[in-house]
């Protein structure tokens, strides 16, 4: 099955006129959605010429139809979104109360590889008390691990040296592709260097990992509690206080080199 070909416009107030435009620039669109309608309880339902109309939210000032392919199979799905057998994956700080939406779509010929997750927590009370739905495939690929080339120690008049002695005799033809890829990944490890830093520094001082986990502790218990929320202000600051001190040397060697720098070389006055 190919893909769907999806617009949505904002039409500004529906007209026939508008209508018969739309439809000659989109003719082979599967589904058209448009916004702003501007169609009252009085008005006529909308039209599209070759396209069917499947929903309709009518409003004055407002307002929104989809239409669809008359050969597309148009079906209606409910899902109980406030289940409370299931773990809750939205919780709003407006309403205090957590929910279960379908936040994504999986097809069927991908639904027995995905399953449902609940993510950690965001660690801020300014931003709504929400967790993500993510599908994650249960088979995922394997693929080795591979340093990344360090261009910066490259020596790049041996890797030219090394290709134009390669490629001399090489003529520039399709059957030589291969060749040519695979003398450029020889050449490459040759004269570019490959690593990365096996030993990692900690993300978090061990402050900010105990104020973490007492906030996602909290957090389970009542997302909505005057403690979830101190906890969460308290780790805020501790980040923040992390990441002054992280930024501080770099500042500081930042300052010290423009100071040191001489001027009279790099003025406009001099050149």
Same mark, same amino acid.
């Given at each position: 099955?190919?893909?769907?070909?999806?617009?949505?416009?904002?039409?500004?107030?529906?007209?026939?006129?508008?209508?018969?435009?739309? *439809? $000659?620039?989109?003719?082979?669109?599967?589904?058209?959605?448009? +916004? %702003?309608?501007?169609?009252?309880?009085?008005?006529?339902?909308?039209?599209?010429?070759?396209?069917?109309?499947?929903?309709?939210?009518?409003?004055?000032?407002?307002?929104?139809?989809? !239409?669809?392919?008359? &050969?597309?199979?148009? =079906?209606?799905?409910?899902?109980?979104?406030?289940?409370?057998?299931?773990?809750?994956?939205?919780?709003?700080?407006?309403?205090?109360?957590?929910?279960?939406?379908?936040?994504?779509?999986?097809?069927? =010929?991908? *639904?027995?590889? $995905?399953?449902?997750?609940?993510?950690?927590? &965001?660690? $801020?009370?300014?931003?709504? +008390?929400? +967790?993500?739905?993510?599908?994650?495939?249960?088979?995922?690929?394997?693929?080795?691990?591979?340093?990344?080339?360090?261009?910066?120690?490259?020596?790049?008049?041996?890797?030219?040296?090394?290709? %134009?002695?390669?490629?001399?005799?090489? %003529?520039?033809?399709?059957?030589?592709?291969?060749?040519?890829? +695979?003398?450029?990944?020889?050449?490459?490890?040759?004269?570019?260097?490959?690593?990365?830093?096996? @030993?990692?520094?900690?993300?978090?001082? #061990? #402050?900010?990992?105990? &104020?973490? @986990?007492?906030? @996602?502790? %909290? !957090?389970?218990?009542?997302?909505?509690?005057?403690?979830?929320?101190?906890?969460?202000?308290?780790?805020?600051? $501790?980040?923040?206080?992390?990441?002054?001190?992280?930024? =501080?040397?770099?500042?500081?060697?930042?300052?010290?080199?423009?100071?040191? @720098?001489?001027?009279?070389?790099?003025? #406009?006055?001099?050149?």
């Amino acid at each position: 099955m190919s893909a769907l070909v999806v617009t949505s416009i904002n039409v500004e107030g529906y007209t026939k006129t508008k209508a018969e435009v739309i *439809a $000659s620039h989109c003719s082979g669109n599967d589904i058209i959605c448009m +916004q %702003e309608t501007h169609l009252g309880l009085k008005s006529n339902r909308p039209t599209l010429p070759g396209m069917k109309l499947v929903a309709e939210i009518r409003h004055p000032k407002h307002g929104s139809a989809v !239409f669809v392919n008359p &050969l597309l199979d148009v =079906r209606d799905i409910y899902t109980n979104s406030s289940d409370t057998n299931i773990e809750t994956s939205f919780n709003s700080c407006r309403w205090r109360k957590g929910y279960n939406p379908d936040l994504c779509f999986i097809s069927k =010929r991908l *639904a027995h590889l $995905s399953e449902k997750a609940v993510l950690n927590p &965001l660690p $801020s009370h300014n931003i709504d +008390q929400s +967790q993500s739905l993510s599908s994650l495939p249960s088979q995922r690929l394997k693929f080795p691990f591979a340093a990344n080339f360090n261009l910066k120690k490259a020596k790049w008049t041996e890797y030219s040296e090394g290709m %134009e002695r390669a490629l001399l005799d090489v %003529e520039p033809t399709p059957d030589n592709y291969t060749m040519f890829v +695979q003398t450029v990944k020889k050449t490459a490890c040759a004269c570019i260097p490959r690593g990365c830093r096996k @030993e990692y520094i900690a993300g978090l001082t #061990e #402050e900010s990992l105990q &104020l973490l @986990e007492s906030y @996602e502790t %909290e !957090f389970g218990n009542d997302p909505f509690s005057d403690t979830t929320s101190e906890l969460g202000d308290a780790l805020t600051e $501790s980040l923040g206080r992390e990441a002054e001190s992280l930024a =501080r040397p770099y500042r500081e060697h930042q300052h010290d080199s423009e100071q040191q @720098e001489s001027l009279v070389y790099h003025s #406009e006055t001099k050149w």
